[in-house]
């Protein structure tokens, strides 16, 4: 189908415009700004698809339909057409189609007429504004899309996308690297977890090496104590034995000696006996005391050397006493540790729900990338409320046009409404006109009034002329012509008589009655002139009157016929004054009735006139607001192109900031929003695994630190001992170190106060052994011995032989007591009571701290062996490497699975890239060379990623550049060349509908324009119908350079006289 | 030449504590049997040789894996030899190389029955009875003579009357290993096809004449009468013109790939130098495969059947506690297509363990592998254009594993150690599994993507 003419009855600006447009190519219309090009292209579509629904609100706040109308020339296939549409209000119009005898609905002719495309798919693809080429989205629209993307897809398209959907389903049941989720994912984490318990279960072997040496130590140390402790009984049984043998040994020794050395005394000290049993029990008691404290600093003595033992924890009191006192931190760093953990696995949790809020393609990975700093999020704030800006100036500046355009049409409207019985004569015309008549009514008046005057003086006239005009009764000039006579004969005579003498006062009398007769008859005859004159003069007035009143009466006449004339439904009176003067009556000016009309009809002409004063002023205030129209269109376009750059530094700035491109401004600010929200959760989740990690670092060097100090302490700190159980352990060793210290310092103390004691005790019983010998010295004796037996030698003769007995029977009972021991004389002779007591008890003291180490002993054994036990009965390590095996093996199962998954799609991804390449739809191969062309050969290719609505262009480089990455120009250019391609490919479909496009190169440089002025023109050498709107005169130069006459339209706010010569031309 | 009589028991490849059988979802009483089948294999081992009184057991190679640091194995092989210790057994221990030498050296209070073989300038081990020299044991396939040189008299009386040692060489071959490679020079074959036709129940002969060939060829160095190898997926004894060459296999199979009955190899070494080597069952699982071809025809019933006649013909060991199946059913598309249903596939194999007399359901199970021919798979005829294009893809990304790099990057950046554990399993991936997993992928797509066009 292709346009012929167009003829606008009336739509928008335009009214009774009809343009002849050529039917074959190229036809360009120009036109300034406000000269009605939208308007136009709107137009066609309106007739072609129906007039958008209108609202025109009159003063009187009623509504009334605006009727659109205007009809489109047309040639089809099957002939010349004319689609005629008529629009009320709140219609899309009524359509008629004339030229076919079919009897159809227009409706449905028209359908066919248009192919059935749909008025969405002729916005978007047919009729091309710069709005529809800058946005993508229009592209996107579901049949233009279906044109583009789906028909192109093909059967062997949508094999390969399910193909691949299919592939990544299955691919992601394997493994999701958005979600970390997925059977490959599960059988990892599995495997990892049982490699990390088997590498805690490395170490078993060394262990139970070690138990095994510590057992085999522990077993010696044992067989070593036992045999010491067997000697050590034995030489205790010895010394008890000797010391139970010996007194009684000595005894006897001692009674057989006393009995063979007893001489006979005569001078002995009297009370010698009491003196020295006295000195002796102080002896003995001093001894004793001394012995006591010996014992007590034996005993002090075995009590260090216990102390001693225990203290040998001391040197590393140290280190543990740093360790215990660590105990407080260590629990709280654990505490703090698992807090950290359980924050970060809260945080991650928060992040991963962040991450999958945000959608498929996101990551942690690329949130990570995104740069979500105050200066990033200030920048993208400030991109969205310059666009924001931008948008809502664009909305204001489009409803403020809309409101002013509709307040103007509807002003317009109802002016033209108001005009029209005005029947095609211009409203300063009829102004002029209805002034004209309003003169002509008031100078009818004025000659109406006039000849009402002129009527009145007639009559005034005719009435003087009734009461002078009579003609002087005869006998009056007959008496005045007597008089006349009389007095001049009086005169006469009385002159003659004056002269004469003959009386002169008679003749003076005379002569006076003579001139006053005579100056009555010309006083009479004079006045009778004057009379007579004025008579002719009333007469001759009258008749000028009667001429001025014909002459009114013609005027009026002739008013009457030229207002009748201008007021042709006002009835027409009769012009009874003009009637009458015609008729030679006398003039009675005009009536009562006839003046009431004329005042109506002067009134009307004077309320006409205002009124059509005030429709001027209305006229002029739409002229005054259809250029305000005209500048506020202007500024739109600035603020749409303003827009578009905002628009795209809002693209770039999602871009820039890792985000999908998007003119929702606040879909993009929430996924924003919500991307700050998952960075924060990320740093969070960063910061609490961090403070896990070092926390953890901490307690694991603090516990490394603690095996260290354990190791070289001699003590073997299990790996799964709790610390704070074992810090509790040391603690209380260490609080019974400090006892001990105390004890053995208190045992030094006591130790050194005994031994001073026992110094004393000493000298005290070498004092008594002193006073003693003198004792012996009185008695003659040097020793006791010599002194007892000097004194008692006779008593004591037959004592010892009693007590000898008694003691040989004693000593035989002790012997026999101990029958494995044999009890050498020497031994006997050597004994020293003290000596052998403190060795009884030093021996009693090893074998009890023997027993004790024995038992300790076989405590440790016996915690070795059950730790061997548990050892060599655990099968947990056995487990575990079983149970990694079959994990492993399900690992190389899965992994095959899943990389034969990713074989297949690598092998699928090469058909879809060879099918992409090669098997593009014949749309995007079409544009593909449009934009060769509009580009000069910048950019070659075009083409989709199979089953994506996504343009790539190839660039002469051979490199492939998503829209986004190309200029605002370019991107027109693109999205010109694929409307193009898409127009050709519907043509190739029988779809031939005209292509409207309006100023679509305002945003090309010279070159590319040039390039696209060709591409326009080869395009509508195929057959294509192509109407080009444009408000920039060197466009049209350029066509008109190209042998394309531009139809010059008519400036609607330009004087006239300042278009250029050629534009005049318009219409 | 006359032998003092000895018998010893000849093991290999016991790997103690080993993971063996990469099934997953064992039932848990199977898999309890399948982790500890090699410690009660090597305790069987252990039983027998005592049950035989032998004079020593032999272990060549691989008694444990170092790499694991087991202590399980290390108790195991410790309460073993303790237990030989007690009967008076010696054991002889040639480190493998899984197990090697220093492995063995740093096990602490390894019984004084323990001997680790060492190369030859180490020395050679005797094995004494009633003081008196009847085995000697090495590493190399021959043998120093005496020390001292001996007179024709006393080589004489030697060969006729007195009782020569009987010399065994311990050597760890394996599968891949050359046998004309190993064994080199070592007794050259009389019949080239006898190592062929050897069996576990031919009888060497390590006659007296072939003895002085010996001596007289290699002058001070004589080839030994048994090489006793290690490291064989599979029992197999090759006999040479002197002596006999023998590896039991492992002692206890790992997979299905070592089917059939498992153990050690009693040699028992007569007078007259008659060698009987004995198959001994050790094993406490094992491992079956059948390769069953699916008919074009399919019926159920008849497959059960055929599988039924495998069964039929398998003899259980006692020692055997738990039998794992393999039952590899190859066949042609779209036939073999139904064998891959989940519902069929579980009900098959309670089939199939219901038709098992022996053993019961309980200690056995039975795993299905379908196996697609492959001239099934390769498209011919009227074949999808697509299908067509993938395959040549597919046949064009044959190559090494550098093909699944990406992938492992892809896996990388989500986790590091993720990828790592894969690109080091990459070797070990079956790439001819993965190409036909791809490969069936390719046909399940293309031909899910071409149904709704017939359709049409």
């Not at chain 1, 020293?832 to 038992?855: F, M, T």
Request: charged fraction near 30%; proline fraction near 3%.
């Amino acid at each position: 189908m292709k346009i012929t003419k167009i003829k606008v009855d009336r739509f928008g600006v335009w009214r009774q415009l009809a343009l002849p447009v050529s039917g074959r190519g190229l036809t360009v219309f120009y036109g300034p700004n406000e000269a009605g090009k939208t308007t136009l292209w709107r137009f066609i579509r309106s007739i072609l698809y129906g007039f958008e629904p209108f609202e025109v609100d009159l003063d009187g706040g009623t509504v009334q339909p605006v009727r659109w109308e205007g009809a489109l020339q047309v040639e089809a296939g099957a002939g010349p057409f004319s689609i005629h549409r008529i629009s009320d209000r709140g219609t899309r119009g009524l359509v008629s189609v004339v030229g076919t005898d079919r009897q159809e609905p227009a409706e449905a002719l028209l359908t066919e007429l248009l192919f059935r495309t749909n008025e969405s798919l002729f916005e978007n693809v047919f009729a091309v504004g710069l709005n529809e080429l800058q946005e993508l989205a229009t592209l996107e629209d579901e049949e233009v899309a279906h044109h583009i993307y789906g028909l192109t897809l093909g059967p062997t398209g949508q094999k390969l996308l399910d193909a691949t959907r299919a592939l990544d389903g299955q691919a992601g049941a394997l493994f999701d690297a958005a979600t970390r989720s997925g059977r490959l994912v599960d059988v990892l984490e599995r495997d990892q977890s049982l490699r990390e318990e088997l590498d805690a279960h490395r170490g078993l072997r060394e262990e139970h090496a070690d138990a095994c040496a510590r057992r085999g130590r522990i077993e010696a140390r044992i067989e070593t104590l036992k045999r010491r402790r067997s000697q050590l009984e034995r030489q205790h049984s010895g010394h008890r034995l000797l010391e139970r043998v010996w007194p009684y040994w000595h005894q006897v020794r001692e009674i057989e000696r006393e009995l063979a050395e007893i001489p006979v005394l005569a001078h002995f000290p009297s009370r010698s006996e009491e003196r020295l049993e006295r000195l002796e029990a102080d002896l003995e008691s001093s001894t004793h005391l001394r012995d006591q404290l010996s014992q007590d600093v034996a005993a002090l003595r075995s009590r260090r050397k216990e102390l001693a033992d225990a203290r040998r924890l001391n040197k590393h009191a140290a280190a543990f006493s740093g360790f215990v006192e660590h105990a407080g931190w260590y629990r709280d760093v654990s505490q703090q540790a698992a807090a950290a953990r359980a924050r970060s696995a809260e945080r991650q949790c928060r992040l991963d729900g962040a991450v999958h809020e945000l959608g498929e393609g996101w990551s942690v990975e690329r949130l990570e990338r995104i740069d979500t700093s105050p200066a990033a999020h200030r920048r993208i704030l400030a991109a969205a409320d310059r666009f924001r800006t931008a948008l809502r100036r664009r909305h204001r500046m489009a409803r403020r046009q809309k409101l002013l355009n509709r307040a103007m049409r509807k002003r317009a409207a109802l002016l033209e409404e108001r005009l029209k019985p005005l029947g095609g004569v211009s409203l300063d015309q009829a102004i002029a006109e209805q002034t004209a008549r309003l003169a002509h009514l008031k100078e009818l008046t004025r000659l109406k009034e006039r000849e009402a005057e002129l009527a009145r003086r007639q009559r005034t006239l005719a009435e003087q002329l009734a009461a002078d005009g009579a003609e002087m009764p005869l006998w009056i000039a007959k008496f005045l012509a007597l008089l006349a006579g009389s007095g001049l004969l009086v005169t006469a005579i009385g002159l003659y008589q004056a002269a004469a003498a003959v009386d002169l006062v008679a003749g003076a009398g005379l002569t006076f009655i003579g001139f006053t007769g005579l100056g009555l008859a010309w006083g009479f005859k004079r006045h009778r002139d004057v009379q007579s004159a004025a008579d002719a003069e009333r007469a001759d007035e009258r008749r000028s009157v009667a001429a001025q009143i014909r002459e009114t009466n013609d005027a009026i006449s002739r008013l009457d016929a030229t207002v009748a004339g201008s007021g042709a439904s006002e009835p027409a009176q009769a012009t009874d004054t003009a009637g009458d003067v015609a008729s030679g009556g006398n003039p009675t000016g005009p009536t009562p009735a006839a003046q009431g009309y004329h005042e109506q009809r002067l009134q009307q002409a004077s309320e006409r006139l205002n009124e059509l004063q005030r429709w001027a002023r209305a006229h002029r205030v739409i002229q005054a607001r259809r250029k305000r129209l005209s500048e506020l269109r202007s500024r739109f376009q600035s603020v749409q192109r303003a827009l578009s750059a905002e628009r795209q530094s809002w693209c770039l700035s999602l871009k820039e900031n890792g985000l999908s491109e998007s003119v929702k401004i606040s879909e993009a600010l929430e996924i924003w929003h919500r991307i700050a929200d998952a960075r924060q959760h990320f740093r969070d989740t960063q910061a609490a695994a961090a403070e896990a990690d070092q926390l953890q670092r901490q307690l694991d060097s603090f516990h490394g630190r603690m095996q260290e100090a354990a190791r070289r302490a001699g003590r073997n700190l299990d790996d799964g001992a709790q610390p704070l159980e074992v810090l509790a352990d040391w603690g209380r060793e260490l609080e019974s170190l400090a006892g001990v210290s105390e004890d053995v310092r208190q045992t030094h103390r006591e130790l050194w106060q005994q031994r001073q004691k026992r110094r004393q005790a000493a000298r005290q019983v070498q004092i008594l052994r002193l006073r003693r010998m003198t004792l012996f010295a009185k008695g003659g004796a040097s020793n006791r011995a010599e002194f007892l037996e000097r004194a008692g030698w006779v008593r004591r003769r037959a004592e010892c032989d009693g007590l000898l007995a008694t003691a040989q029977e004693e000593l035989r009972a002790a012997g026999e007591s101990e029958p494995d021991l044999a009890i050498v004389e020497e031994d006997l002779v050597n004994f020293n009571e003290d000596e052998n007591r403190e060795r009884v008890e030093a021996l009693a003291a090893e074998l009890e701290q023997i027993e004790r180490d024995l038992h300790a002993a076989f405590e440790e054994l016996g915690s070795v062996k059950q730790s061997l036990k548990a050892l060599e009965s655990s099968c947990e390590a056995s487990r575990l490497r079983f149970e990694a095996s079959q994990t492993c093996h399900e690992l190389k199962r899965t992994a095959e699975e899943w990389l034969g998954l990713a074989l297949a799609r690598q092998a699928l991804d090469r058909v879809r890239s060879k099918f992409e390449r090669n098997c593009q739809p014949a749309v995007l191969a079409s544009a593909s060379r449009y934009l060769e062309r509009l580009t000069r050969g910048r950019y070659r290719n075009i083409w989709t990623p199979l089953g994506q609505r996504e343009l790539r262009i190839d660039d002469e480089r051979g490199q492939t550049l998503t829209v986004d990455k190309l200029s605002g120009g370019t991107r027109e250019q693109l999205f010109l060349a694929v409307r193009m391609a898409a127009v050709r490919q519907l043509a190739q479909q029988g779809i031939e509908l005209p292509m409207a496009f309006d100023d679509v190169l305002v945003n090309f440089d010279q070159q590319r324009t040039e390039a696209a002025v060709e591409t326009l023109l080869e395009f509508s050498q195929q057959n294509q119908q192509v109407l080009f709107f444009t408000c920039h005169l060197h466009l049209a130069h350029l066509f008109e350079a190209r042998g394309i006459e531009p139809i010059w339209l008519p400036g609607q706010n330009l004087p006239q006289q300042n278009l250029p010569q050629q534009e005049r031309r318009a219409g | 030449m006359a032998f003092a009589p000895l018998r010893f028991l000849h093991a290999a490849d016991a790997r103690l504590d080993q993971a063996i059988g990469e099934i997953p979802k064992l039932p848990p009483r199977l898999a309890a049997i399948v982790q500890d089948a090699t410690r009660a294999a090597f305790d069987r081992f252990i039983a027998l040789a005592i049950e035989h009184e032998v004079d020593f057991v032999l272990l060549v190679g691989n008694s444990f894996v170092e790499a694991d640091q087991s202590l399980s194995a290390r108790l195991s092989l410790l309460d073993g030899f303790e237990q030989l210790d007690r009967s008076g057994i010696q054991a002889l221990i040639l480190p493998g190389t899984l197990d090697p030498l220093e492995a063995w050296r740093r096990i602490p209070d390894l019984p004084e029955n323990v001997t680790l073989l060492e190369p030859h300038p180490k020395g050679i081990v005797v094995v004494k009875r009633d003081d008196k020299v009847v085995a000697r044991v090495g590493t190399e396939l021959f043998m120093p003579a005496r020390k001292k040189a001996r007179t024709l008299r006393d080589d004489l009386r030697s060969v006729s009357q007195r009782p020569v040692p009987f010399k065994i060489a311990a050597i760890q071959s394996g599968d891949e290993a050359d046998d004309a490679a190993v064994f080199g020079d070592w007794c050259p074959e009389e019949q080239s096809d006898a190592a062929a036709s050897a069996s576990d129940e031919q009888i060497a002969k390590a006659n007296a004449g072939s003895a002085s060939a010996g001596n007289n060829g290699s002058g001070r160095w004589l080839p030994v009468d048994y090489v006793a190898l290690g490291g064989g997926t599979a029992r197999r004894t090759i006999a040479r013109r002197r002596g006999i060459a023998h590896d039991p296999g492992p002692l206890q199979g790992r997979g299905a790939d070592q089917a059939g009955p498992r153990g050690c190899t009693l040699v028992t070494v007569e007078q007259d130098g008659t060698l009987r080597c004995d198959f001994l069952p050790a094993a406490s699982v094992r491992w079956e495969q059948f390769l069953v071809e699916v008919p074009s025809s399919f019926d159920r019933a008849g497959l059960l059947a055929r599988c039924r006649a495998h069964l039929d013909g398998l003899r259980p060991e006692a020692c055997e506690n738990a039998w794992i199946f393999q039952w590899v059913l190859h066949g042609r598309r779209p036939t073999i297509d139904v064998l891959e249903d989940e519902s069929f596939r579980r009900q098959f194999r309670q089939d199939l363990a219901n038709a098992a007399a022996v053993p019961s359901s309980d200690d056995s199970m039975h795993q299905l592998i379908i196996e697609a021919d492959e001239n099934s798979i390769e498209p011919t005829g009227n074949v999808d254009p697509l299908q067509a294009d993938f395959l040549e893809a597919l046949s064009a990304r044959r190559g090494t594993s550098d093909l699944f790099r990406p992938s492992v990057n892809d896996l990388r950046a989500a986790d590091a150690h993720w990828a790592d554990r894969l690109d080091g399993l990459l070797n070990d991936l079956n790439a001819e599994a993965i190409r036909t997993h791809a490969d069936r992928i390719g046909q399940q797509l293309f031909r899910a993507a071409m149904a709704p066009g017939a359709a049409r």
